[in-house]
């Protein structure tokens, strides 16, 4: 299988103190790579370090065949296709869920403004089809802040979508969930994965139980085990550390 991101020997440090410790992984295509492990285990330094948010001290982070993006701006990591979603949905209140998939799909956010109201009819096509696969088709025209918690958060992961990256970075989507939005949850990242690699850091593990390709168990900075859920969920060291908990 191809690897769409590989990370070698990566290290990163705050002050000395090394929050992401050595760590190996790749994620291949299409998968649904979940990083899971205690608070404060690197989890959401990782995700940081590949969206360049935090620069590593050491090691390296490979895209799409080999492409080295370890010391990527965010914009660039944006634009070579990387797209990442926080914990708090971070959607445009005071505009309508329509407006904000048009702000997503226009690229170029130093021209958004000017843009706004002018998407080419292809944008329009993807952006009607997003909404349709995030649910949302129906509600296009209310304010986004009247939504759901569920729906703002779909509405985020359908921004993603209308930039057509590669490769998305979840920070615990189904975090305030029930089981019912939880569930319509699994089934979008499903939908997504046919067309993009997705890494979710997340602590449901019945939501990472049912929906994962693979799982990386992070500790103290370090790679504990990986393998599929049922493989790391019978690790002694995994049980001790956190599923045991
Ligand atoms: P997780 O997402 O697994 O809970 P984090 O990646 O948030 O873990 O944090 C890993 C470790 O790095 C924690 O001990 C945290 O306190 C520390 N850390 C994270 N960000 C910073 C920062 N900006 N400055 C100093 N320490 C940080």
New binding site residues.
Partial sequence: MENVLEIQDLTVA??G?K?VDNVNTSVEKGEIHFFI?P????????LDAICGRVKPKSGNILFAGGVDVTHYSENQIVNIGIGRKFQVPSVFTGLTVYDNMELAAVKDRSLSSSLFHNVTSEQEELIGHVLNTIGLYEKKDRDAGSLAHGEKQWLEIGMLMAQQPKLMLLDEPVAGMGRVETQKTGELLKTIAKNCTIIV?EHDMEFVRDYASKVTV?HE?MVLDEGSMSEVQHNQKVIEVYLGR
């Fill in positions: 705050f002050d103190f929050a492990g608070n404060g285990a690197g989890k959401t330094t990782l850091v992070l900075g």
